[in-house]
């Protein structure tokens, strides 16, 4: 039996059968069957909202030789030129997001992030009455942010730094001005080129200033 | 600081120092107050008012500020549903600012008026898509604001009559268009002060 369509063909390459020309009529029976599951099992595992790229495809960079860099070359630079001590280049732009109450976007040297801030508004269902703000922070790496594409499902490390942002903004914002709501932040990651944690603070920063909420201070993140 | 023509010329993010707390200044809006100093808590310009023999010191960038609801602020809502105990609202102002998200809000029967609580008939005190003017009891409870209208300057401001025609407020109980009267809880809102030429 010669499957016609090619896309049945893509799906039973992992699937070892024979068929045998005396047993076509078994052949119909036990074919979609086994076709179905091999597909079941794709399905569960497949990501259908996106367009993937074939199987078993990974970027050339990993096939590449590791070369051993230190912080420092020879003559006391970093590898892009600039000295220890001195800063990359930053660019800021407030109001980029127009649904949003307030939004900005950040470039720190190639690290660009893009911050919205929504609120303060109805706390959403499940949470506790509070007569303080609740700030709800959430970091979204973008799958091209990084050399080796990242999965969009968040995994421990953006956890870690959506964590940590809401906490550094719950230090910041005045909660007692804003009693049972809640502040929703929302930071994409476009490229991730070192140092994504601290622009996304001073992202926040930017984007709760545009929002007109109320402050302590001015917040923004550095590494040291 | 000066306070006669020089309002408004200083510029100032969150966290910057503004001036002493003394007995003569007190910290207005966008402003707080910490270590006998107060600083600025928004990003605009400061502006400096003179109230009695006290002096204000706000921030403000002429947008409006943020502000939820609390105890005692007169509210701006829509009546979304309306039940024989309570009418639920969508309140979308508090005094003049906007709210970026609508919250909800009930009024309950025994607070739509001051006089025959009992008797109240919530379908002719509000319909759904009416605009009505009240006032924050409490924060109620985790979904809702409590509200009141009960008051001469609370109640329905903007309606209209099951054919869609504009009503106009005609007692304080009825509402009229070119087609039909209709029963609404009516707010005697004052107009605004105009100057006599």
Redesign the interface.
Known sequence: MRCSSSSISYFATNVPYTVDRTHESWALVLVPLILMSSILIRMASRDLRRIIGPEKCMPYTVFQEKVEMSFLGHDGMRRDGRSAIDPRQVFMSVGIISQA?GSSYLEVGNTKVCCGV??????QRG???KMTCQVFCEVKMAPFSCIVRKNPQPDKRVKEMSRQIKEALESVI?LE?????QIDVFITVIEDDGGALSACITAAGLAL??????????IIGASV | MTTKSGNGHITC???QRLCEATSNHIAGE?T?TFNKYI?S???GQVIVTTKGDLQVVKVT?G????V?P?AGSVVTCRVLEVNPNQARVSILCVGPNKL??P??GTVRKLNVREHQVDLVEMYNCFRPDDIIIAIVLS?G???NYELSTAGPGYGVVTAYCEDGHPLVPTSWTTMRCKCRTEKRKVARVMPPKMSIV
């Open positions: 109450k929504y609120g303060p508004k109805d706390i949470s506790d009455f005045v001005k804003f009693p049972k709501s200033c545009q929002a007109n909420i109320d402050v302590y201070d001015f | 993010v969150p966290g966008g707080y600083y808590s928004l990003a960038l947008r409006q500020g943020t939820m609390e970026h998200t919250v909800l924060l409870d985790i979904r």
